[in-house]
């Protein structure tokens, strides 16, 4: 792969999707081969939303590959408290490191600080936008489990705000895999994301029950309730909830049926899950390091 900046999952090929998750898999077979791959690479962790995992994952990767990392801290640590602008911010920080990692609540954050900047800039969400390399580590759990070939796969939950799922959707046009969306009737995808599909020539189908799905599907990709993106918490409160699998739901799914969660979950899937053989969103969250070790190899 030879991209300059990582925005949306939809500059991803096929080749190049396959590329990285090759290259991570020999990282995990075998991490101890790539520990002095980049000595000498810093990146720049620019978080202006809460992380975890994308945050802590990018920061081992870049120390797993030999490399190191600056960390701009929270929004109120930083100068943004005082009112300086992203570009500015982006700026100084692309002065300092090799490539910036960045989050941030507005769509279009990462393409806008991409043109200030002649570092690599990779997204790590923007708003309800894109989260690709999210994707990634997405797309090689899936492969683990249930191979790319041939494949059903349902997204439930918050599928208007949850960038998780744009990105998801975009790689998966170039698998060829069917697709079933299940939520509420308010948060259907977004007219953007429907109408790049249909481009695709991808099979969706949309769905507000589960129940009309879950024995056909290959892959269950549950995702949170975006709450802090929703403009009036009285919307929030009308669908939290509704959208939540147990143990007793995968009755009705296919014994191999891998179920999957970008995290964090707050409800949507209880936890008498997490001791079924349907649950792998806690090694999805592990396989961010190596996913993003192969994709920083790329890019630095
Ligand atoms: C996701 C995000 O930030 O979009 N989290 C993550 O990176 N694993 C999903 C979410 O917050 O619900």
Redesign the pocket.
Known sequence: MRHDHLIGANQLSRADIEAVLDRAAEIDADPSAFADAHPDALLGLCFFEP?T??RMSFDTAIKRLGGGSVDMGTVESSSVKKGESLADTVRVIAGYTDGIVLRHPSEGAATMASEFVDVPVINA?DGAGQ?PT?TLLDLYTIRENAGLDDLTVGVMGDLKY???VHSLAAALTTFDARMHFVSPESLRLPRNVRFDLHESGAVVKEHTDLDDVLGELDVLYV??I?RERFPDENEYREVAGEYRIDADTLDAARDDLTVMH???RVDEIASDVDETDHAHYFEQAHNGVPVRMALLDSML
């Open positions: 992380s995992r994308t969400g989260h999210q949850g960038r998780t995702t949170r975006q970008p995290l964090p």
